[in-house]
T-cell receptor, first 110, second 109 residues
Framework: DVKVTQSSRYLVKRTGEKVFLECVQD?????MFWYRQDPGLGLRLIYF???????EKGDIPEGYSVSREKKERFSLILESASTNQTSMYLC?????????FGPGTRLTVL | GQNIDQPTEMTATEGAIVQINCTYQ??????LFWYQQHAGEAPTFLSY????GLEEKGRFSSFLSRSKGYSYLLLKELQMKDSASYLC??????????FGGGTRVLVKP
């Protein structure tokens, strides 16, 4: 079974803090994705990566950056957290025709 | 731009059938996914359609018409555990997925 894990289920941070969200997959997938999910807006793609050290902007990259130093790990970074980044963050990994999601991190920025 | 529409909410009775429609207008099209998401959980894969037609998988079926920009997910013999959100997503170049807002299905006894 493919497993996609995320470092935290719940996270509370203060405005201006630097925040790291980690995602690890165990199936040697090349493609990995970061989404945020908000009520009424659905899932929106923030960044994705085809391979180690490669990254592409998704639909809403502003205020975020990513890092892919190892194939199995894809990190999302909020350089200076703001209250409008309070959301559910979902990482996904793609193998064949299926995209597998992690359990999500619910981030609250105060 | 990408535009994917699906109804916000649907209610159905246990044992019945429900059809969730999804219409899309996207620049490029590689395929269409349906996901199920229970409250507080991650989405789980249900189906992937590339060619026109109906794909059946147990109680769930998914239909695609590329010329009409239209898909539906059919849930038969509804069970209480089918109460969840159902997400339609279109795949474009580079394995990018664009999601609709999701349809919340409530199954009543």
């Amino acid at each position: 079974d493919v497993k996609v894990t995320q470092s935290s289920r719940y996270l509370v941070k203060r405005t201006g803090e630097k925040v790291f969200l980690e995602c690890v997959q165990d199936m040697d997938h090349e493609n990995m994705f970061w989404y945020r999910q908000d009520p009424g807006l659905g899932l929106r793609l923030i960044y994705f990566s085809y391979d180690v050290k490669m990254k592409e902007k998704g639909d809403i990259p502003e205020g975020y950056s990513v890092s892919r130093e190892k194939k199995e790990r894809f990190s999302l970074i909020l350089e200076s957290a703001s209250t409008n980044q309070t959301s559910m963050y979902l990482c996904a990994s793609r193998g064949g025709n299926e995209q597998f999601f992690g359990p999500g991190t619910r981030l609250t920025v105060l | 731009g990408q535009n994917i529409d699906q109804p916000t909410e649907m209610t159905a009775t246990e044992g019945a059938i429900v059809q969730i429609n999804c219409t899309y207008q996207t620049s490029g099209f590689n395929g269409l996914f349906w996901y199920q998401q229970h409250a507080g959980e991650a989405p789980t894969f249900l189906s992937y359609n590339v060619l026109d037609g109906l794909e059946e998988k147990g109680r769930f079926s998914s239909f695609l018409s590329r010329s009409k920009g239209y898909s539906y997910l059919l849930l038969k013999e509804l069970q209480m555990k089918d109460s969840a959100s159902y997400l339609c997503a279109v795949e474009t170049a580079g394995n990018k997925l664009t999601f609709g807002g999701g349809t919340r299905v409530l199954v009543k006894p």
